[in-house]
């Protein structure tokens, strides 16, 4: 059995979920249910700002990997199965790694508040 590999393209992936390639939602698609905060801006810097876009970056993938999902499950013949477990794969994958800086970030503020001054 010969499986050939179609390219996958995360960014028309994002705006067939209904979100810009920024991660703004496109009214009346699937990201326009995501709640937007004023904190939303080009002239943002700092750890906490990439915290936010980082973990936006985190809950896109896992709209897109769930629109896929979806897709697949309707029998769309644009998507295919071998797209959607890769983007699945990046979902989890992106997933475990917010989970393990916020690990990280508890166990330093924990060590910080347990020193002695």
Do not use: H
Request: glycine content about 10%.
């Amino acid at each position: 059995m010969d499986v050939k590999l179609k390219p996958f393209d995360f960014a028309a992936a994002v705006a067939r979920a209904g979100l810009r390639t920024d991660g703004t939602p496109i009214a009346g698609g699937l990201g326009s249910s995501l709640a937007t905060s004023g904190t939303a801006g080009a002239g943002k810097a700092g750890f906490g700002a990439a915290l936010t876009d980082a973990l936006k970056g985190v809950s896109d993938t896992q709209n897109s990997a769930t629109w896929m999902q979806n897709e697949l499950q309707m029998d769309n013949p644009t998507v295919s199965l071998e797209q959607t477990m890769v983007t699945m794969q990046k979902a989890q994958i992106g997933f475990q790694a917010a989970i393990s800086v916020r690990n990280r970030l508890v166990q330093s503020y924990t060590d910080i508040m347990n020193m002695q001054v």
